[in-house]
């Protein structure tokens, strides 16, 4: 799918659908004027009569006659014009991609943009057409035998903007919403793929690929005897249960001097999380495929990153494994030693993200990072805490925490700030070594969170627990993609920084 603004009438008119909003009061949205006027008055019409009352998210689509700005319309419906800011503008989009995959129009224009969204911005605004309709065309990777239906015409989006400026500032809010929507898509992608598919060594040659395919990314996959040299043996423990062998991904992305430290993203990249030794429950064991979701949007914000040509650089970090039980799997009382040379009493095999990410935290140090941020499907217990609206932060630098809160907002992805701190890991206390992987039901979030924070000192760090936002559960069950839009934001504004 193409995304253009344009400014021209004319050239608004060669579209062969214009995509317009009603308010509630029967107030007329910029194009809806425009083709009220063209038709004598036909839009107002119909809000009179009630056809059209403008509820929010509702659309109705129309074939016009001749001379008119456009071969169709479709009314969108903005809800009360003084409530309309950017969650309706988002629901507005959402109702216009869903009713116009379903028209035979290859040319739409979105007139949406012209309309005052309180607090968003031109580029945002545009940004979030190119993002919905991206995200809209997603199709999961199915392996059903049924035939499939018909992609809908759609190939071309335009948004309507007032003038040469806003032109250039949507165009830019575009370019970033498609390679959002680009990111979004590798990371659902590699999330809702079968777990016997996407293994640790799959997801290393999906970065493998990722390098090939783009000339500022270099990849490198350590296999389980370079693990082992690195000394990881928190990473090597998960795993040592499985058949599949873990892999540590590491992908540099440079998009600036060699001499600007890195910022960091850490993904946690368990291809199936059974519990190992300390199994699941059967329910929804299934979903335990999405346990490498952290991974799957650390590499989908690098594509994004690749794609923008970002003058950053970029470390990414998957620890890769499966935590399977199995007689040589690791067991409740092992203690292992991670790379950091810290030891770790393994109380709970199921408490296998923090073990992966340890070691991988430690790794990143080499790079020393300008900030380190891990994404993990980390714990049940952040989803009670927050539901699915928002993902854990952690952090140990308050600007950092506020930086990454502040992208969550922007890009409508939203995190909310966490403790952690020495009252949690008085949690993870063990008599037999440095500290144990558990540390109680009680605020649990915030131990898996602290105990990370164990081997991120000194680091400018953060986590992301997204076990509530990386996906969804139930009849919508897959990926979200969630955070990548949050990480773009954060980095397209380290970028903007400089
Ligand atoms: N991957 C899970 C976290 C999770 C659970 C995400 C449910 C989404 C839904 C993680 O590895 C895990 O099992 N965590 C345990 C930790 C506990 C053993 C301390 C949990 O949250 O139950
Ligand atoms: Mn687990
Ligand atoms: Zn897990």
Redesign the pocket.
């Known amino acids: 799918m193409e995304f253009k603004a344009i400014v021209d009438v004319k050239a608004r008119e060669a579209a062969d659908c214009a995509v317009v909003g009603i308010y509630e009061q029967g107030d007329l949205g910029a194009g809806a004027r425009l083709i009220d006027t063209q038709t004598g008055g036909m839009i107002a019409n119909l809000h009179n009569s009630g056809d059209f009352a403008g509820k929010l998210g509702d659309a109705l689509l129309l074939s016009l006659p001749a001379g008119a700005a456009a071969a169709r319309v479709l009314l969108i419906g903005l809800g009360a014009k003084s409530t309309f800011a950017r969650k309706q503008f988002r629901k507005a989009l959402q109702a216009a991609a869903a009713s116009l995959s379903k028209t035979g129009a290859v040319h739409a224009v979105v007139y949406l943009t012209l309309e005052d969204v309180a607090d968003l911005d031109v580029p945002y605004r545009a940004r979030m057409v190119a993002e919905v309709f991206s995200v809209h065309a997603y199709k999961v990777p199915d392996l059903k035998t049924s035939p499939k239906p018909k992609p809908p015409k759609l190939a071309m989006i335009s948004v309507a903007v007032e003038n040469a400026r806003a032109a250039k500032a949507a165009e830019e809010g575009l370019r970033i919403g498609v390679g959002v929507g680009s990111g979004i898509t590798l990371a659902r992608d590699l999330a809702n793929l079968p777990p016997n598919v996407c293994t640790p060594t799959y997801l290393g040659k999906r970065a493998l690929q990722l390098a090939k395919q783009w000339p500022s990314i270099k990849a490198k996959v350590h296999d389980e005897s370079a693990i082992r040299n690195l000394k990881m043996g928190a990473l090597l423990a998960v795993a040592q249960g499985s058949d599949q062998p873990p892999r540590l991904i590491v992908c540099e992305y440079r998009g600036t001097r060699k001499s600007v430290a890195p910022i960091c993203l850490v993904g946690k990249g ?1 291809t199936f ?1 059974s ?1 190992g030794i ?1 199994l ?1 429950d059967p329910p929804a064991m299934d ?2 495929k999405f ?1 490498m979701s952290g991974a799957a949007t650390v590499l989908g914000a690098m594509r994004t990153v690749a794609e923008l040509r970002l003058p950053i650089n970029l470390v990414v970090i998957v620890a890769a494994a499966e935590n399977m039980p199995s007689g040589g799997a690791v067991k409740p009382a092992d203690i292992v030693t991670t790379m950091s040379g810290q030891t770790v009493e393994i109380l ?1 095999t ?4 923090r073990l992966v990410l340890c070691d991988a935290l430690t790794y990143s140090r080499r790079f020393k990072p300008a900030a380190v941020i891990d994404v993990a ?5 952040c ?1 009670i805490a927050l539901g699915n609206h928002f993902s854990g932060l952690m952090s140990n630098d308050t600007a950092l925490s506020d930086e990454l809160t502040a992208a969550g907002n922007r890009a409508d992805d939203r995190a909310w700030p966490m403790p952690i701190g020495e009252e949690y890991v008085e949690q993870l206390k063990s008599n037999f070594a440095d500290i144990a992987n ?1 540390g109680g039901r009680e605020g ?1 979030a915030c131990t ?1 969170a602290s105990f990370l924070w164990k081997f991120a000192k000194d680091l400018h760090w953060a986590h992301l627990d997204v ?1 509530g936002t990386a996906w969804l559960s139930g009849s919508q069950k897959g990926s979200t993609g969630r955070p990548v839009p949050l990480l773009v934001d954060f980095l397209v504004h380290r970028a903007a920084a400089k």
Do not use: F
């Not at 499907?377 to 217990?381: I, N």
């Open positions: 368990i999380d519990g300390s699941k979903e335990m346990d709970n199921d408490a296998e993200g499907t980390l714990t049940g217990a989803i558990v649990g898996a076990a």
